[in-house]
């Protein structure tokens, strides 16, 4: 386990990435301007096993049920992973490698492996879940943290989704897809060619969140960040949509973030 701060650079771009706070990372700085939120609890942090939301924090696998603490009650939400220390396997200039080896309370063995990527103007980040023991439901994503203003206008937020998950009360989605609505959101939508939203800073940058996978969560509510999602499933898909970690196939996915000066 580390506290140590690992440091990547490639131009004038400049990634952190905090182990020891949950896997995630701390700031990225382009041109000397931090596009990520700043706090313990932000940056952008690794959503696994799981991502938003699972319905009062109970899932099924076969007939067993599984219950995972109430960390955003009547919910549990985003994971396990970004409350532990990850252990840092390999570093570079411009890429870092770290894992996480899951633990109480998710009832399962397996290991996360994390690889982050830097380069002038993008970053890649891929996760994998895999086990040495029995099958078990997961689910792979990210939430960063984009600072909303980096001292000129406001970001717009632009990307083309075939649906959205119709939100209950709960937050939760009720298995219904709707046609896009306009925001604010904390809502899920579907993007079956892959995730694709355009983070603009008017005049000053384009950023791109790219993911092979097709479910994307985008919460704008607060007034200092936006968040983009990309994730392997909707928001309490440990129940709805579960995907497998087998012995012969682990759960990997991987996103990209690519910019522009403007």
Known sequence: MSDETITLTAGDAELTVLP?????????????VELLRQGDRYGCFPMVPWCGRIREGRFMDGAVVHQMPLNSPPHAIHGTARDGAWNIARTTADEAVITYDLADPWPYPGRVTQVVGLTEDSVTLTMSVETSESSF???????????????????????????????GDDHLPTGNRVDPRP??????????GGVDVTL?????????????????????????????????????????????VTLLEPLEATTTWSWRRL
């Open 20 to 32: 020891g706070n949950g896997g995630r990372l701390g700031g990225l700085r382009v041109g000397g």
């Open 137 to 167: 439901p997961a689910q792979i994503g990210w939430h960063p943290w984009f600072n909303r203003n980096l001292g000129g206008e406001d970001v717009r937020i632009d990307f083309s989704p075939s649906w959205q998950e119709e939100r």
């Open 183 to 192: 925001g604010p959101w904390d809502d899920c939508f579907g993007m079956p």
């Open 200 to 244: 603009t800073w008017p005049g000053q940058l384009a950023l791109t969140v790219t993911s092979p996978e097709q479910w994307v969560v985008v919460y704008d509510e607060q007034d200092a960040a936006v968040c983009v999602e990309p994730q392997t499933g909707p928001p309490n898909g440990l129940n709805t949509l579960p995907r497998l």
